[in-house]
């Protein structure tokens, strides 16, 4: 437990630093609220409608897959750095790691072919 400790100093010493910055800047910050500054902001553009006005559903299907497969693919990056390991051993490892990550590549292929069929990549 002991080798936990300075990664949890680390932790508070970050939190503490945050949120005493947070806190030394709201309390010692000039507060002199202009309409300007009280107005929303959009892209130096004047937003022309509602904040609350619906999405296209579309966008967040798309949104969720991307950060899916993101996701999935991030679990390539450890197989990869261990590659050159498993296939200079020659054993038995190198052969489970290989098909281990075919059957990964096979289902995340899978996958992505089953969201492309039912049209979630398509932008009308």
């Known amino acids: ?8 100093i680390m932790t508070l010493a970050a939190v503490a630093f945050a949120g005493g910055s947070l806190l030394i800047s709201f309390l010692l910050g000039p507060k002199r609220p202009t309409p300007e500054k009280l107005a929303p902001y959009e892209c130096g553009i004047v ?5 609350r006005k ?3 559903v579309r966008y967040y299907l798309v949104a969720m897959l991307f950060i ?3 996701m999935e693919i991030v679990f390539l990056i450890p197989w990869a750095v261990v590659f050159r390991q498993l296939t200079f051993t020659g054993s038995k ?3 489970f790691g ?4 075919g059957i990964f590549l096979a289902i995340l292929i899978l996958g992505y072919v089953y969201a ?9």
């Not at 937003?47 to 904040?51: S, V």
């Not at 290989?98 to 990550?101: D, N, V």
Request: no cysteine.
């Open 47 to 51: 937003p022309l409608e509602d904040a």
């Open 1 to 8: 437990m002991q080798h936990y400790l300075p990664v949890l």
């Open 68 to 70: 899916l497969f993101d």
């Open 98 to 101: 290989l098909i281990e990550m």
């Open 116 to 124: 492309w069929r039912k049209g979630a990549l398509e932008w009308d």
């Open 54 to 56: 619906s999405i296209f």
């Open 93 to 95: 490892v190198a052969l």
